[in-house]
């Protein structure tokens, strides 16, 4: 072989491994979900614990007066990241998944070595906020994002990754509107209009008219294209029973429980929705499998005690009660609940400490 025919093979052999490596970017730049924590979902107590309310987000709502009503501890809220249909390292109940993936293009192809090999300037500006939004500075990613949707407005990958930097900032206005561009370009992607809809939704609880609605669609076209999207069920349930359709809330929760019959906060959630009813029995027999399923979940303990104090049963809506304090000592509405039954039964001093620690949890 001459020198020449020597170097030509060189050549031809360094385009190809370009060629494969660039396809080979554009094919598997995937989303990354992030960590987050679990925030309980509890319900409401009102005055003789009547109606009840799921609590999404907790540190959002503010503890109203001990006697009468109070929301759950102040939690981390979970957000979401990168759209995935997968399911892997959901929380329990929340149509998010937690799971960090990481892509592999986190750490192979490095930008400056694509810089170097002359490749797209998109892709380069792209992996650049990539690296950012690993690194967790998110304001450096959306400016690199940007300027790769500058340079190809055509990159579905792009939009998806600013608006999940737009989550993590909780800025969801501008992660709805990405979504929103995402979905032009490919309307086939269930994942999409279910993060759409999450991003609808927080909007929602932050007290945007209509948005909720909105979510609600959002979520309905994304099982419409994905019947067991249990995800999108999951956000859908949720979205109902803040609207107050309990009956929609529980056909959702009926199809979750068929797909993931070990789901014990949608266990929780269909309780809720049948304690809303006004049907407690119900409503204790969805707790009842909740606790089966998961032991030491708080919600379930106190939301099951409430459905026995709205039965009368004292002793087990006490039982309960403090099994949820055992679990989680800084409820404030479980030891509101307490107090109503320990005053009930004539133990005033107890009463009167429990609305002593309600009132110094919600501070």
Not at 6 to 18: D, G, H, K, Q, T
Not at 162 to 175: I, L, Q, T
Not at 177 to 204: K, M, P, Q, V
Not at 219 to 245: H, P
């Amino acid at each position: 072989m001459t020198r020449r025919n020597f170097y030509l093979l060189i050549l031809i052999s360094a385009a190809a491994v370009f060629i494969a490596l660039v396809s080979c970017i554009i094919l598997t730049c995937a989303g990354k979900e992030n960590p987050a924590e679990e925030a309980e979902e509890y319900l409401e107590t009102e005055e003789q614990i009547e109606t009840a309310e799921e609590e999404i987000i907790p540190e959002q709502e503010e503890i109203k007066e001990a006697v009468q009503s109070a929301a759950a501890p102040a939690q981390v809220s979970y957000t979401v990241s990168r759209p995935l249909s997968g399911l892997s390292g959901r929380i329990q109940g929340r149509g998010v998944n937690i799971q960090e993936i990481d892509p592999v293009n986190y750490d192979n192809p490095d930008p400056e070595i694509l810089r170097q090999m002359g490749a797209e300037p998109y892709l380069i500006s792209y992996f650049s906020g990539e690296r950012f939004y690993r690194d967790g500075n998110y304001d450096r990613a959306i400016i690199e994002y940007t300027s790769s949707i500058n340079r190809n407005g055509d990159f579905i990958d792009a939009f998806i990754s600013r608006a999940s930097a737009y989550m993590k900032k909780r800025d969801y206005r501008r992660a709805v509107d990405d979504y929103t561009r995402s979905i032009r370009i490919d309307g086939s992607r269930a994942e999409l209009y279910n993060y759409r809809g999450f991003a609808r939704a927080e909007l929602a609880a932050r007290g945007s008219a209509g948005e909720m609605s909105s979510a609600i669609e959002d979520f309905s076209r994304a099982i419409s294209i994905n019947r067991n999207y249990v995800d999108a069920l999951i956000n859908r349930s949720r979205a109902y029973y803040r609207t107050g359709s309990y009956d929609r809330a529980i056909e959702d929760c009926d199809r979750i429980i068929r797909l993931e019959p070990s789901n014990y906060a949608i266990w929780n959630r269909r309780g809720s929705a049948w304690y809303a009813k006004e049907d407690d029995d119900r409503a204790i027999r969805d707790f009842n499998e909740a606790i089966k399923l998961n032991a030491n979940y708080a919600a379930a303990f106190y939301n099951r005690g409430n459905a026995w104090y709205n039965k009368r049963d004292l002793e087990k809506a006490l039982s309960d009660l403090s099994r949820s304090i055992a679990i989680d000592p800084a409820h404030a509405a479980a030891y509101a609940s307490r107090a109503k039954i320990h005053q009930l039964q004539g133990n005033s001093d107890l009463a009167e400490t429990d609305l002593a620690s309600a009132r110094r949890l919600q501070r």
